[in-house]
């Protein structure tokens, strides 16, 4: 696509956010008086050891009181690390319930043939981790051999989306789309490493049109972007987009989250540079447009900062400072 930066009037604020060393990974907005959020990512416990992290509570700044710490529950299996991906919330899917979240992630434990393998995971319930945790792990036959790890990234309306590996193939990833009402996976593949990150439901509750985000392998060998629309009936995926970063093919680029603005959607965005704020704008025949991008630098950071997750004009990630890592919000204006 043919790209551009946004204007030079463009201003951006950051903020620390989150308790230092915790990683925010996902966001959705809550319902609830001064506009709440739902934070997802993962929190090292005493022995260092990370574990999935909610937070509902205002952006910035953060409460005290909004943290909760959950260890994955499943019979016959010792958990031993876990991370949240991504949260919905009923503000957006009434039937997960009021004050519960539906979160995504992935988790180890103790007693696999392999205890560095990640399994894929889902959590419905309160934030107090007391609800039911569900095993998402692509099958073999979907997968197409026998799978290492699953990654659930992000979930909206009544798909999952994320990627996986092969267990004899560590190159070998593809993407997974996961229907919740069927309870079947769906490889998706656009090239060599595809992944899926992140997903927005287009239309509301009980739309069957979605946009999904992620990257994959392109030309030259380097990972773009991409953006496509999927049908969740039919399971048709059309407009499919690739992108780099300020319209550079040799720029490495992966979206890792969307969320809807008016007339399009704000993208987070990891690239070779650092992290990297996007808003792509339907086209009039119904596809994407160029992107608009604005670079997003941390001041102080000594290394690169991610991209992790978006919310309107606000992108969140991690960056290592001279404090150690840090959760951080940069709002766009």
């Known amino acids: 696509m043919s790209d551009a930066t946004l204007t030079e009037k463009t201003t951006i604020t950051y903020n620390d956010i989150l308790a230092p060393g915790d990683f925010v990974t996902g ?60 949260p919905n919330t009923p503000l957006f899917n009434p039937d997960i319930g009021k004050n519960n979240i539906r979160a995504v992630g992935s988790y180890k434990y103790a007693e696999a043939s392999n205890p560095q393998a990640d399994h894929g995971m889902m959590y419905e319930g309160a934030l107090d981790g007391a609800g039911a945790w569900t095993v998402l792990d692509v099958p073999k036959d979907v997968a197409g051999g026998a799978v290492f790890s699953t990654i659930p990234h992000s979930t909206m309306g ?44 287009n239309g509301g509750d009980g739309s069957e049109a979605y946009t999904i985000v992620g990257g994959y392998l392109g030309q030259g060998a380097i ?4 953006m496509l629309d999927y049908d969740a ?27 809807a603005i008016p007339n399009g959607y704000s993208l987070a ?14 086209s009039p025949k119904g596809g994407f447009g160029s ?30 400072s001279k404090g150690g890592v840090q959760a951080y919000l940069a709002t766009i204006d």
């Not at 989306?161 to 069927?182: C, E, K, M, Q, W």
Request: with cysteine; aromatic share 12%.
């Open 27 to 86: 966001v959705r907005q809550a319902s609830g008086a001064n506009n709440p959020v739902v934070l997802t990512g993962n929190h090292p416990d005493k022995n260092g050891a990370l574990q999935a992290l909610t937070y509902q509570g205002p952006l910035f700044p953060s409460s005290n009181d909004g943290y909760a710490f959950l260890t994955p529950v499943f019979a016959g299996q010792t958990v031993t690390t876990s991370t949240f991906y991504g």
């Open 158 to 201: 009544d798909l999952v989306v994320g990627n996986f590996d092969l267990s004899d193939d560590p190159g070998s990833a593809s993407a997974f789309i996961y229907d919740l009402r069927t309870q079947k996976f769906t490889k998706l593949s656009l090239g060599p490493l595809t992944t899926a990150y992140g997903i927005w439901q």
């Open 223 to 226: 990972n773009v972007g991409f």
């Open 233 to 259: 009936a039919t399971q048709a995926i059309t407009n499919v987009t690739p992108y780099n970063y300020n319209g550079d093919p040799k720029t490495i680029t992966h979206f890792e989250g969307v969320s």
């Open 269 to 282: 965005a990891t690239t070779e540079a650092g992290a990297a704020y996007a808003v792509v704008e339907r």
């Open 291 to 320: 992107a608009k991008w604005v670079p997003v630098l941390y001041p102080g950071a000594t290394g690169p900062c991610t991209g992790n997750t978006v919310i309107d004009n606000n992108l969140m990630g991690i960056v290592a």
